[in-house]
Nanobody, 125 residues
């Protein structure tokens, strides 16, 4: 069992940057593939990025490739999402998720068993 807590959201202007953090409890963080999703009002949860257990492999949705960067520091039990050149359409609640140990990454949210509570990101024009 792992518990996830996101932070770093806020209100920013278009073109600004934010870095989201996701801190995990427990001693098994480095056995989980991690991902970031977001959900805007009235829309389905959207996959953004995923990262392998060691951090060597990363995967991105086309919608954020080149603007967002996922990373992790296993010694700190923390995953990050660096978001640059933010746009109003990036406004959403952002969630980090952990796959069960041994399960590979996926863009499908239902394959992740552990979720944080979410952090709001609002981008004004």
């Amino acid at each position: 069992q792992v518990q996830l807590v996101e932070s770093g959201g806020g209100l920013v202007q278009a073109g600004d940057s934010l870095r989201l953090s996701c801190v995990a409890s427990g001693r098994t963080f480095n056995s989980h593939n991690m991902a970031w999703f977001r959900q805007a009002p009235g829309k389905e949860r959207e996959f953004l990025a995923a990262i392998g257990q060691s951090g060597a492999n990363t995967y991105y949705a086309d919608s954020v490739k080149g603007r967002f960067t996922i990373s992790r520091v296993n010694a700190k039990n923390t995953a990050y999402l660096q978001m640059n050149s933010l746009k109003p359409e990036d406004t959403a609640v952002y969630y980090c998720a952990a796959a069960p140990p041994g399960r590979t990454w996926s863009p499908r949210s239902r394959l992740y068993d552990y979720w944080g509570q979410g952090t709001q990101v609002t981008v004004s024009s």
